[in-house]
């Protein structure tokens, strides 16, 4: 198959720093749109997936998957866009489209999902490569619109952040009446703030970091709990209906089984693995409580997200970077210094 080389910056092992490198991708097939990318959000995952924190990372790897872009090129059955056109790309790139879940707009959860980085692309038989590069090459399906009105920096995290925290909002119905909490204010914490706030729900923030309370109101916030903090804890027992635990690393979730409301539910999005300590069952059956987990969103209910955020004026709040500033970023992504996402400015590649 026909191939383009391209810059990009990525890493070649877990314990290296990411640099400049080249990278092939596809010329466009029938139905591929080519995307010269524009801007490309910093997800606490590409660090995962950069030093193999899960364990299943492909090298090189070249992390991003929150990608606003502008078309360059079209193959001859594409429909949805053509060139100039402004556009994203978010953390799927192909799927079955035949299963029962890519039948329902749950490609995330079909069996062969292909992420945007680290998937594998069946037309080279190579990993797939993220978005911090000069362009990428993405099924039309798999494409999306973005509103004219927004700010196209501030998109880029809407592609993840945004929906990661957008899908089990209204998977569990949050609306005007709904006692939301968000734990952890970093890219989806912050997101989580904007989206629940903008449907309409009460919402209360728990963070470790007294210095985020202004911040957390700001972006939408109508409380913040310091989780360190045994008073406020004990002040909201029983309150929530949801809560959405964007926590990336292993903790504690015991302590906010009990911040639920009856038939609550809490929402691991943040950290992939075993829990320790574990979950204590009783607190749950004492109020048909629920544990659940969601990954990222579908792409139908992703265009939904990107119309909401049009009609409601939401960004990401971020700090644009160049791309030769990325070690620096990951470094202070690992401290919670973020306010609240970097965004590389793709021209600086
Ligand atoms: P982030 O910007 O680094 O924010 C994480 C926040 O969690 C921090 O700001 C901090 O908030 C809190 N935190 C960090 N370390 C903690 C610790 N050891 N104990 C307690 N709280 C801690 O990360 P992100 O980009 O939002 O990503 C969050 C997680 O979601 C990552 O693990 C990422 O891989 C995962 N993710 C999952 C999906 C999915 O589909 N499920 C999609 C995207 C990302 P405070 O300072 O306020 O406490
Ligand atoms: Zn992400
Ligand atoms: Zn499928």
Redesign the pocket.
């Known amino acids: 198959m026909d191939t383009t080389s391209i810059k990009a910056f990525g890493t070649e092992a877990a314990d290296a720093a990411l640099g400049e490198m080249d990278i092939k991708r596809r010329k466009v097939t029938d139905k591929d749109v080519e995307i010269d990318i524009l801007y490309c959000g910093v997800?606490?995952?590409d660090l995962?997936f950069a030093r193999n924190d899960w364990g299943f990372s492909v090298y090189p790897v070249v992390p991003g998957h929150e990608i606003v872009g502008k078309v360059k090129a079209v193959g001859e059955g594409v429909s949805k866009y053509k060139a100039g056109d402004i556009v994203a790309v978010g953390c799927l790139v192909d799927s079955c489209r035949t299963c029962n879940n890519c039948e329902n707009d749950l490609e995330q959860y079909c069996p062969e999902w292909v992420g945007t980085y680290g998937g594998h692309d069946k037309h080279l038989d190579l990993p797939t490569y993220g978005g911090y590069s000069e362009s990428i090459v993405v099924d039309e399906h798999f494409v999306l619109s973005v509103p004219e009105n927004l700010d196209l920096a501030g998109v880029a995290p809407i592609l993840?952040?945004g929906i990661?925290t957008w899908s089990p909002l209204r998977h569990w119905n949050v609306g005007k009446d709904s006692k939301v909490a968000v734990v952890?204010?970093?890219?989806?914490?912050h997101m989580a703030i904007k989206l629940a706030d903008a449907l309409g729900a009460h919402v209360t923030l728990f963070?470790?970091?007294k210095n985020?309370i202004q911040d957390a109101m700001d972006l939408g916030a109508d409380a913040v709990v310091i989780s360190t903090n045994e008073d406020e804890m004990a002040a909201v027992q029983g309150q929530f209906d949801v809560i959405i635990d964007?926590?990336?690393?292993v903790?504690d979730v015991n302590p906010y089984i009990g911040t639920l409301n009856t038939n609550g539910t809490l929402v691991l999005?943040?950290?992939?693995g075993p829990l320790d300590p574990m979950l204590n069952s009783v607190p749950m059956i004492m109020g048909r409580k629920k544990v659940a987990g969601?990954?990222?969103g579908g792409i139908a209910e992703t265009q939904e997200l990107l119309d909401f955020c049009g009609e409601h004026n939401i960004t990401s709040d971020i700090e644009v970077i160049d791309i030769q500033d990325i070690n620096k970023a990951y470094e202070r992504?690992l401290k919670?210094d973020?306010h609240?996402r970097f965004v590389i400015d793709m021209a600086s590649l």
Not at 184 to 189: M, V
Not at 246 to 249: A, G, L, N, S
Not at 269 to 272: D, K, P, R, S, T
């Open positions: 997800c606490h995952s995962h993840c952040a990661t952890g204010l970093g890219g989806l914490g963070s470790r970091s985020k964007t926590v990336p690393y903790h999005v943040g950290y992939l969601s990954l990222i992504m919670s973020v609240y």
